[in-house]
């Protein structure tokens, strides 16, 4: 059974950077895409980017400048950085598993309330 | 970026009753190649992550019970709860896969009458 523990700062100001973290407990990690999807508050999903333990990334066209997904597999962990933040990205964020390489989440983290406001 | 529209934002069933949300993508999700339809639905409750429910559009996942099913190919997809249960008013999302960015519904709320 996989876990995934998320951890990073939940306020923030205009302009700095967010930095999360997910660890992942049980299961395979090589042989997942790791994915990070944040939801504003009393608003829909939106998919941020995705890595697999290559590090290969795929990020989501508007925010590809101020985003990046790392990986450290001895850690089984990968992270997400986000910078310039503006109180539009202010959301709950989640990391997530994606099964094998399809694009489709079957474990989630248990979500960060980041809150961005001077 | 593919478009994922649900209708209706929300409905109220009664218990007991059958619940349908519909989804509709702007791009086919559907490969040739293999015949799959790229489209999961999740469930949200407040205050806990998603869950996945189905994916390539009609495969229930380990757990899920068999009142929930997918239906659908191409851009046109449907989630059915056949007998709503209580435990089931949550928020629903359709999400496709397809093509990056992975993109999803806007989501339909589900009560009880």
């Known amino acids: 059974q996989v876990q995934l523990l998320q951890w990073g700062a939940g306020l923030l100001k205009p302009s700095e950077t967010l930095s999360l973290t997910c660890a992942v407990y049980g299961g395979s990690f090589s042989g997942h895409y790791w994915s990070w999807i944040r939801q504003p508050p009393g608003k829909g999903l939106e998919w941020i980017g995705q890595i697999n333990h290559g590090g290969s990334t795929n990020y989501k066209p508007s925010l590809k400048s101020r985003v990046a997904i790392s990986v450290d597999t001895s850690k089984n962990q990968f992270s997400l950085t986000l910078t310039s933040l503006t109180a539009a990205d202010t959301a709950v964020y989640y990391c997530a598993r994606i099964r094998d390489s399809y694009g489709f989440v079957d474990s989630w983290g248990q979500g960060t309330l980041v809150t961005v406001s001077s | 970026d593919i478009v994922m529209t649900q209708s209706p934002d929300s409905l109220a069933v009664s218990l007991g009753e059958r619940a349908t949300i519909n989804c509709k993508s702007s791009?086919?999700?559907?490969?040739?190649?293999?015949?799959?339809?790229?489209l999961a639905w999740y469930q949200q409750k407040p205050g806990q992550p998603p869950k996945l429910l189905i994916y390539?559009?009609?495969t229930r996942e380990s757990g899920v019970p068999d009142r929930f099913s997918g239906s659908g190919s191409e851009t046109d997809f449907t989630l059915t709860i056949s007998s709503l249960q209580a435990e089931d008013v949550a928020v629903y999302y359709c999400?496709?896969?397809?093509?990056?960015?992975?993109?999803f519904g806007g989501g339909t709320k589900v009560e009880i009458k």
């Open positions: 390539w559009a009609s």
């Open positions: 999400q496709q896969y397809y093509s990056t960015p992975f993109t």
């Open positions: 791009h086919s999700v559907l490969n040739s190649t293999n015949n799959k339809s790229y």
